[in-house]
């Protein structure tokens, strides 16, 4: 079953593959062959068929991100493809039964953002629009054609992701610590160097403000609360008054979120509020938010908030400073996890392993000099902050530990080996279930 490669299926497929590897900037071992390549079927996996030019698309793509590929007819090279048709075939039996299965809704919006982001990566490799037009042409492609076939993708890509973890199993796994380590030996050569890192556990403590400062700002909330629902707009609201940096220029917008990005108060609220609804004021460590919830999808909320700050002055942050000094008293000589429980912020996380180089990325620009050149058992501080809203901070930190760069050793990975390795069980489960109840002929090469 061979046919020249001369059908316009054929020649969409070439020309697919061609703007591929102009996209990714490499190039077939042998372009000239490939204007001759005799197509056929390798593999019919239910009422699919799998070309030897899928194979051949993947092999592509490993040269054009710059693999290396063992000569064409070698064993190596057989083995090669083996591998490749397997994961093909795998692809076509989660997307089957994706398809099948008619409960599952792709979130269109989200495909669209999506394609939206990757048409704006792809003209980005091109001088101009015109000129990722004119590559299209040369391949017999449009814009128009490249954007529905990056559409299909997405679209194919998420409905494959819904089946999965709709279907994957839950029960438990059994990973065992030779699979680990050969994990970890197969994947080490693509492995960093571990960076040098510092381990701390911190007492993290809020200026407070006092009553009164706060009654005031729950007033305020209050009012801009009842200007929202009896219909004042929004985000001209938020604009005008929220006191959050990062949306009140954008009419206090959040975009999209899921549970656990958001403080927890926050999350209840805007999880329990239909679309359209205007919230009561919500108290956070933040401050005193009113939310609009815009969009309301199963697992995501798209939200807009007005935030209001009670104001701190010099004797709240002289009372938090006399604190947290007499916290650095007691530490020396009282267990730091007992401090921790009786004043640490329960909304931050008490302890973290952190890169030394990424620190000012990852904290506040005083925990530079707090958890640089320290020793363990050391105990810093008071550190005096402030946020990137404007609040004033104490921190008390105690260094547990140091560690230079290095290698990284299977225990320092052991936990997100065996996340994945037990992940990769539960889909090949979901894959053998499927693969015993679908019509699957390998033709070979």
Do not use: C
Request: no cysteine; hydrophobic share 40%; aromatic share 6%.
């Amino acid at each position: 079953m061979t046919r020249k490669r001369n059908s316009s299926g054929s020649r969409r497929r070439l020309a697919a593959l061609a703007l591929m590897l102009l996209l990714f900037g490499g190039a077939p071992d042998d372009a000239s062959a490939q204007e001759n390549l005799v197509d056929r079927i390798v593999a019919i996996v239910g009422d699919s068929a799998v070309l030897l030019s899928d194979i051949i698309q993947r092999e592509n793509e490993t040269i054009a991100q710059g693999g290396a590929l063992p000569p064409e007819g070698s064993p190596q090279r057989d083995s090669i493809r083996q591998q490749l048709l397997d994961g093909i075939i795998n692809d076509q039996l989660l997307l089957q039964a994706a398809a099948q299965d008619t409960l599952l809704k792709v979130d269109e919006e989200q495909v669209e953002e999506l394609l939206n982001e990757a048409m704006a990566q792809i003209l980005g490799r091109f001088p101009n629009q015109a000129e990722l037009e004119r590559a299209l042409a040369a391949q017999g492609m449009s814009l128009q054609s490249l954007r529905e076939t990056r559409r299909a993708y997405f679209t194919q890509q998420q409905l494959v992701r819904l089946y999965v973890q709709t279907n994957i199993g839950q029960g438990a796994v059994e990973v065992t610590e030779e699979e680990m380590r050969a994990f970890f030996e197969a994947n080490r050569a693509s492995l960093e160097q571990r960076p040098a890192t510092v381990t701390f556990k911190q007492i993290l403590m809020r200026v407070v403000p006092s009553d009164s400062a706060r009654a005031v700002a729950v007033s305020r909330a209050e009012e801009l609360r009842d200007r929202a629902r009896a219909g004042e707009d929004f985000a001209e609201i938020a604009t005008a008054y929220s006191q959050d940096p990062g949306s009140a220029a954008a009419g206090g917008d959040l975009g999209w979120f899921r549970r656990g990005q958001m403080a927890r108060a926050f999350e209840e609220a805007a999880f329990a509020l239909p679309e359209g609804a205007v919230s009561d004021v919500v108290e956070t460590e933040f401050g005193l938010h009113i939310i609009l919830v815009e969009r309301a999808r199963p697992t995501e909320r798209k939200a807009r908030h007005i935030l209001i700050q009670p104001v701190t002055d010099y004797a709240d942050i002289t009372r938090a400073r006399e604190l947290a000094e007499e916290i650095v008293r007691r530490a020396q000589s009282e267990e730091f996890q007992n401090l921790i429980d009786q004043y640490h912020d329960p909304e931050t996380p008490d302890s973290a392993t952190v890169p030394v180089r990424e620190i000012a990325e990852w904290f506040p620009p005083a925990y530079l000099a707090a958890l640089s050149q320290r020793q363990p058992g050391e105990i810093v501080g008071p550190v005096e902050f402030k946020d990137p809203r404007g609040q004033d901070h104490f921190v008390v930190i105690r260094i547990v530990g140091v560690r230079e760069a290095g290698d990284y050793t299977l225990e320092d990975l052991e936990a997100s080996i065996r996340r994945t390795l037990i992940q990769n069980k539960r889909v090949e489960a979901l894959i053998e279930g499927l693969r015993a109840r679908t019509y699957i002929e390998i033709k070979g090469f």
